[in-house]
T-cell receptor
Framework: KQEVTQIPAALSVPEGENLVLNCSFTDSAIYNLQWFRQDPGKGLTSLLLIQSSQREQTSGRLNASLDKSSGRSTLYIAASQPGDSATYLCAVITQGGSEKLVFGKGTKLTVNP | NAGVTQTPKFQVLKTGQSMTLQCAQDMNHNSMYWYRQDPGMGLRLIYYSASEGTTDKGEVPNGYNVSRLNKREFSLRLESAAPSQTSVYFC?????????????FGPGTRLTVL
């Protein structure tokens, strides 16, 4: 059974800092990995999707990498801003007939002005 | 273009009552999903529908039923609510099967069962 772990569970940084969020998964046979953002009391917003054949994806100040063989992904946020404060969720879809997103529990990020 | 909409936003039920959570998407997506989010458990898939007319169980289907009314709408029904079903429920949709495309989420329904 696929398990997704995100470390740390919470992170507090000063504004302007570059930071890395980590995600690991136990079954490397994935179709893709996705990073989502969730603001308090809101739904999820997709940030980046990395297909299993890709190594990284970039969108603005965000860069996500994927190392499928080691079962790891990182989300790099450059020059963090208070508006980046949110919970970041990692999710994978595993090959083998179960086309379902399996989520980590998230990293709650606070960027202090 | 409203994306994925869910009604109601909040609901309080007594144990044993029934209710239906509504979800609609206006993006002409084929696949739709229902998740629940609980503290310390993350998001878990309840049911999904890969296309109009089909539904399938997810990780935690017990106590729920679903209906894919048409391509736009996917409802979740609690026949006899229990306190363990207190949660935040999210509906999502994707163009294809989810493994090729990202999923788009609604704002959620916060359900409390007393």
């Amino acid at each position: 059974k696929q398990e997704v772990t995100q470390i740390p569970a919470a992170l507090s940084v000063p504004e302007g800092e570059n930071l890395v969020l980590n995600c690991s998964f136990t079954d490397s046979a994935i179709y893709n990995l996705q990073w989502f953002r969730q603001d308090p009391g809101k739904g999820l917003t997709s940030l980046l999707l990395i297909q299993s054949s890709q190594r990284e994806q970039t969108s603005g100040r965000l860069n996500a990498s994927l190392d499928k063989s080691s079962g790891r992904s990182t989300l790099y946020i450059a020059a963090s801003q208070p508006g980046d404060s949110a919970t970041y969720l990692c999710a994978v879809i595993t090959q083998g007939g179960s086309e379902k997103l399996v989520f980590g529990k998230g990293t709650k990020l606070t960027v202090n002005p | 273009n409203a994306g994925v909409t869910q009604t109601p936003k909040f609901q309080v039920l007594k144990t044993g009552q029934s209710m239906t959570l509504q979800c609609a998407q206006d993006m002409n997506h084929n696949s739709m999903y229902w998740y629940r989010q609980d503290p310390g458990m993350g998001l878990r898939l309840i049911y999904y529908s890969a296309s109009e007319g089909t539904t399938d169980k997810g990780e935690v289907p017990n106590g729920y039923n679903v209906s894919r009314l048409n391509k736009r709408e996917f409802s979740l029904r609690l026949e006899s609510a229990a306190p363990s079903q207190t949660s935040v429920y999210f509906c999502a949709s994707s163009p294809a099967g989810g493994w090729e495309d990202t999923q788009y989420f609604g704002p959620g329904t916060r359900l409390t069962v007393l």
